[in-house]
């Protein structure tokens, strides 16, 4: 039997949260499936939903070009635009569309030769202070790019830095401040599309919802609010097996550092998957479901292996499915056990078998 950890992929899954994250917002969609997908697998994703996707977004040119290799053809939004001007001509000739987000990325396009005017977003800083034109630059350049011979047409967008944050107020300020920067290109005549929300605004504030949605966390069925949502359907299933149980009497310590000594005498459970995989080794308590029932990681992750305590799951033998995240264990749960967020446990994802399935 070769090594047992599996990421189950549920592609019908990933389209029920697409349809669920249109259907709430009201409009189009990018879906975003950088970084590989959130660790999923960025053209299986794409290929899941790629009649019905209004588009995708990804960080960069390579990841766009690794989609149109694979036949992918509806639009795609680099979400950085591009790094060095070398890359504007694949850019046209992969009718990819762009962020523009630094004044040094307008300079570049409106002095380059294009064999076709661009697809452009260009990103106002509303108040995350990452990457972004500045209000106060923001119409200038604006009536700089509209109409230009190397552009096509310009998107307006902006990023929330705190739209998982229900209470707080810098959300509200960001839309502000979006919108009284807007209502000053109206007496340019602008009649265009608007893109402000993520998957966090999309669940949690309604006011943001311009024409185009950009959910990305959503899409792979992890509430970025932290909640257990019902509506969402979580993607990977992350399974391994037990290899080895043991039984230890109270006082005696598992593994790296003994860092658990067992209070009562314990029954422990080896489990073939560990932070080589992706699993965090911050992951100390963290909830898992062994044959479907929940229990806790007990001990230190290793690389390879981690242990579960079987104590109360008496019928747990060698072969048992191990649930690290899916279905009953909540992604969230894991995350919050290991000071993080499901979007980098995603990530972290690897050297487990990818499986992926799908129920039309
Ligand atoms: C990654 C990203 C998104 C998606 O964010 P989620 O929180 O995963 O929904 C949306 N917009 C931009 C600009 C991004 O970089």
């Known amino acids: 039997m070769s090594r047992p950890a599996i990421a189950q992929i549920r592609l019908d899954a990933f389209r029920h949260n697409y349809q669920l994250a249109k259907q709430l917002h009201g409009g189009k969609a990018l879906a975003v499936i950088k970084a590989n997908a959130y660790g999923h697998g960025a053209v299986q994703c794409a290929q899941a939903i790629e009649n019905e996707a209004d588009g995708f977004a990804v960080a960069c040119l390579e990841e766009a070009l690794q989609l149109r290799q694979a036949g992918i053809k509806n639009p795609i939004l680099l979400l950085e635009g591009f790094f060095e001007v070398a890359e504007l001509p694949e850019i046209v000739a992969n009718d990819l569309w762009m962020v523009i987000h630094a004044q040094w990325q307008v300079e570049m396009l409106l002095v380059a030769t294009l064999a076709k005017p661009l697809h452009v977003w260009l990103k106002m800083d509303s108040g995350m202070h990452r990457v972004g034109l500045s209000p106060s630059e923001f119409a200038s350049t604006f009536a700089r790019l509209n109409g230009h011979a190397n552009v096509a047409k310009v998107v307006l967008m902006s990023h929330f830095a705190n739209a998982d944050n229900l209470n707080s107020q810098h959300t509200t300020q960001q839309i502000e401040v979006f919108k009284n920067t807007v209502s000053s290109l109206n007496s340019q005549a602008y009649t265009a599309d608007f893109s402000l929300a993520n998957s966090a605004a ?50 005696e310590s598992i593994g790296y550092g003994s860092i658990f000594t067992a209070p009562r005498d314990t029954i422990v459970g080896v489990v073939a998957c560990g932070y080589a995989d992706g699993y965090p080794r911050a992951g100390v308590e963290a909830p898992a479901a062994v044959d479907g029932v929940i229990t806790k990681l007990i001990g230190r992750v290793s690389m390879d292996m981690l242990f579960v305590d079987l104590t109360d799951i008496p019928s747990a033998k060698i072969g048992s499915t191990v649930e690290l995240w899916g279905d009953k264990v909540l992604v969230n749960d894991v995350a919050k056990a290991a000071g993080t967020i499901a979007y980098e446990l995603f990530c972290n994802i690897k050297r487990v078998q990818f499986r992926y399935s799908d129920k039309q």
């Open 202 to 251: 999309i669940l949690g504030w309604p006011q943001t919802f311009a024409n185009w949605s950009r959910p990305g966390i959503m899409l792979y069925g992890a509430d970025p609010h932290f909640m257990a949502n019902t509506q969402l359907r979580a993607v990977m299933q992350l399974n391994s097996q037990i290899i080895s149980i043991r039984k230890i009497t109270m006082g």
